[in-house]
């Protein structure tokens, strides 16, 4: 409770309040200017008399509202996390439904990242899905962005994926712009920098950088028109005169956190 000094102290100051708030419509910039330096002072003053009197005096009761503080902080903490997870999960579905808008034929079943393997050097993965949600090996696993592998082995609940950076993906794929055909396939040297590469090249293609790459269809492994990547440049293999274009992936594979496994496609189908 206020004490009758500190009581003064803050109607003074009030009076203050209301006196500025006058002088201020003034014209006369010097008046309100000073008269603001002048209330600065004194309610900085009435503020600490009016703190000062205003203390709680029970400990266990300032105890008690500081503790009731922090768990409902907490609460608010665990339902922005929960609102923030929810968000992401809608954007990345959103991002399938216009993938499976892009791709009719396909059937997709979105899942989670549940591990990595250490001793894996391309990125491989395994999914909090399995032969129960349908999966099978060879199943194609894309991301909103595009493919990032198959499903190389599956249990009943989990599968691993082996990804697009590794030598055994051998994805068939195409260049859209110039419709040079090739094989999608992996290095130590290309997955150190986040990429991959595209072999068995003609020695007359027209790839070029930036042109995007997709899966071609054939081989019946991967559905046609998924994403893989665009093309950064051309190396070429002085020992055979070969040529292989480097394709940078849409996403980093080795941090993604969800995914999801084609447990069907329609076969023949150009998924537009």
Request: include cysteine; charge should be negative.
């Amino acid at each position: 409770m206020l004490d009758k000094r500190n009581l003064k102290a803050l109607i003074i100051t009030l009076i203050l309040v209301m006196t500025v708030s006058v002088f201020s419509l003034a014209d006369n910039s010097l008046i309100p200017t000073a008269v603001n330096a002048a209330f600065r002072g004194i309610f900085q003053i009435s503020a600490s008399a009016a703190s000062a009197g205003s203390d709680i005096s029970d400990p266990e009761a300032l105890k008690a509202e500081n503790e009731e503080l922090k768990k409902e902080n907490a609460r608010l903490r665990e339902q922005l996390v929960d609102y923030l997870d929810t968000k992401e999960e809608n954007e990345r579905l959103r991002g399938y439904y216009e993938l499976k808008e892009k791709n009719k034929s396909l059937k997709l079943l979105p899942a989670k990242v549940i591990r990595r393997d250490p001793n894996d050097d391309f990125c491989g993965f395994t999914l909090d899905v399995g032969s129960v949600d349908s999966v099978k090996i060879n199943d194609s696993v894309v991301t909103e962005n595009g493919l990032v592998g198959r499903i190389s082995r599956v249990d009943a609940t989990t599968c691993m994926v082996t990804t697009i950076l590794s030598p055994d993906a051998r994805v068939a794929a195409v260049d859209k712009q110039s419709g040079d055909g090739g094989i999608i396939s992996g290095s130590d040297s290309l997955c150190s920098r986040g990429m991959t590469g595209m072999g068995k090249l003609d020695g007359d293609n027209k790839i070029a950088a930036d042109d995007i790459i997709v899966t071609s269809g054939t081989g019946g492994v991967y559905p046609p028109n998924l994403i893989v990547g665009k093309v950064r440049e051309l190396e070429f293999n002085s020992y055979d005169a070969s040529q292989t274009a480097v394709i940078e992936p849409y996403d980093d594979i080795s941090s993604i956190t969800a995914a999801a496994v084609v447990i069907d496609y329609m076969k023949g189908s150009e998924g537009e």
